[in-house]
């Protein structure tokens, strides 16, 4: 686990939103280390897939994963691929803005 302490009961303790506004920090470090310092970056991708694939093992997820899938498809055809989707930094920022936005409202912030 790159999260040390995190473990799968603990992640699946988070709701949905809450789980995806906090895949969607680890992709917003991504992007704004990509171009300051490259390792920083790679690291905050690599536990933003960790984050996602726990997301995806979630018994309470199972109806979501076929769009948890193309997002995990879809994050690395952009930031290690092709880039075939179409992706931009603003359309990642806003897809998981929704979900952060929304966990914010659910704890009544």
């Not at 906090?22 to 960790?50: C, H, M, P, Y």
């Not at 931009?88 to 929704?98: A, L, M, N, P, V």
Request: aromatic residues 12%; charged residues 25%; contains cysteine.
């Amino acid at each position: 686990m790159l999260h040390q302490g995190l473990t799968q009961e603990k992640w699946q303790r988070l709701s949905f939103l809450a789980q995806m506004g906090n895949v969607g920090s680890e992709v917003g470090r991504t992007i704004n280390w990509r171009t300051k310092n490259q390792e920083q970056s790679q690291a905050a991708f690599d536990r933003g897939l960790e984050l996602l694939d726990l997301t995806l093992t979630d018994p309470k997820n199972r109806n979501r994963l076929k769009e948890l899938c193309r997002v995990r498809e879809a994050l690395a055809d952009y930031f290690y691929g092709d880039n075939e989707f179409g992706s931009t930094d603003k359309s990642w920022e806003q897809y998981f803005y929704g979900f952060a936005h929304a966990a914010a409202l659910e704890r009544g912030i």
